[in-house]
């Protein structure tokens, strides 16, 4: 673990866009005028610190000798799942969504804990207390020469680094409420039908200045089994899914013009600008190629053709929006890591509930289809896509009418989803392969071969498809 690999896959790299963390404080400016003297030195202050190179430099240097260990790297609060005993206190049952896992400094996962997880009173008066029990809690059970800091002293000043970095990052993305919007919405006002397999919704609060945080308390789910982007999805279980995504779609046309007046964050679209950027894609493309030097001549195909999708993002979301001109409730993130799965007696797997609605908005259904194929099928059913995409096609036809069906046939949505799959599926492939090493760690360790065999035969199958995607439809 002596190499920072995974450092670049995590969530605080994948926002590491300088100028659009400084938009992002100048639209927290705007939305909290009162914390404007606050947010200028902040500004002032990352002017300059938010290089690549710098900024990486001094995440490295919170550990001693450049050091890196297993970390979560998206360890808030709505990420750990909780219960609660007979006097109403919180109890740990499981911590969720490995989507982030890297090697890189511990203190960012308690900087993201610490800060989800208490008041802006508490953290005051507590946050010291907590730094020196994690920190002796470390002295007592490790070895002197694994600590990563010299002294106490030493721990809670790179501590105080890590918040002041990763807070600039994070604190005006804290201000997205999306998944609690989606649950106070998705009865009254969206109409989510009860068949929609959803975790309950128990109660929430939305980021509070004042308070310093903001909470989500949802159902816990016992013996649930994992389907990550290396694993396969049976066909039962994706009709299943692709069966209540078509029930979104249906209520979602019923609504009408009213959808465009359900409230909603911009989340999905101010990350998008950063993951799609047009250098960075390509060098994650470049990089893939190292992890797979078979895919050297399909990736430098579809290298060549990179510059007419994204060198520039208006133009990217004008494509996306004319090639899916109806705008329908999304969910946004739809991998099979963030439906909940349980597995049978004979280990396929159930659909327990559809989470992680932090990026749900009003835009294409066929996105979400992408995401979801992307990660549910094998090596040898991607070929079958067009299979799915007429299941999905058939369930609204039949519901609604085929004059009131949004595409003009089945063939109309295969094209639509194949300029989405150039489209996400660009953007997202090769971030997952420089990741995969990381996030394998996640994996059941009877399983890491396969998981690893099986992943390599789904990139190649998922960048020959690329290329066919984007020879056919990209001139």
Sequence with gaps: MEKWGGFENSLISLILVKNKMQKHLRIMREMMPELSSQLDVIERKTGTLF???????????????????LCHGDIWTPNILWTKDDEGIFRLKAIV??????LGSPLEDLVLFFHSALSA??????????????????RKNLPKDSLLWESYEEFEKQYEIAYAYTMSLLLPMTLNDNEILFYTQSK???GIPETIPLAKYFCGRMYNEELGAGYILLEFIEKLSLCHVYHNLQEKPLIEIIGHLAQIAIRGLKL???????????AWDVILKDIAELTVTEKRFIDMKVVFPDQSTQIDYILQKFPSIFADFEKFQDLRMKNSPIRLLCHGDLWTTNILFTKDEKGEFQVKAFVDWQLFHIGSPVEDLVFLMYSALGPNEIKRTNFYLQVYYDLIKDAIGEEKCPWEDVAELIKQYETSYIHMISIIHPMNVNGFEDQIIACDENEIDWCRENFGLKSAAITAELCRCFEKWIQ
């Design 188 to 190: 009254e006002v969206l």
């Design 51 to 69: 290089t690549q190179s710098s900024f990486m430099q001094m995440r490295k240097d919170t550990c001693k000798g450049n050091h890196p260990v």
């Design 97 to 102: 969504d490995w989507q982030f896992v890297h």
């Design 256 to 266: 009408e013009k009213k959808i465009e007046k359900i409230e909603q964050k911009n």
């Design 121 to 138: 009173e508490s953290y005051r008066k507590n946050i010291f207390k907590f730094l020196h029990f994690y920190y002796e809690f470390l």
